[in-house]
């Protein structure tokens, strides 16, 4: 990749970047608006449980289940035919 288009690909990231801060600026703002009714906040425990160990656990789940309900029976990888392991034989 040459210089410009390096350049262009920077400035491309960089305008992309200072887009999403300045529209997601709003979202940042500490006063409520009518009718916002937080409930409480998540301890580190649950924020860890809800977001790491969840998904953690329904991935192994479903590979689990993916492995055990694998019915094909040969893993081993087929020769071509017409190369030369075939004609040595």
Do not use: C, H, Q, W
């Not at 301890?43 to 694998?70: C, H, N, Q, R």
């Amino acid at each position: 990749m040459d210089k410009k288009n390096a350049l262009r690909a920077g400035a491309l990231a960089a305008g992309t970047t200072l887009m999403m801060l300045l529209m997601t600026s709003p979202a940042l703002a500490l006063t409520r608006d009518d009718g916002d009714d937080p409930g409480n906040g998540l301890s580190v425990a649950e924020t860890l449980g809800l977001y790491v160990l969840i998904p953690l656990a329904l991935f192994a789940v479903i590979a689990g289940l993916v492995m055990a309900l694998d019915k094909s029976k040969d893993r081993a990888p087929k020769a071509k035919s017409g190369t030369a392991v075939d004609a040595k034989v």
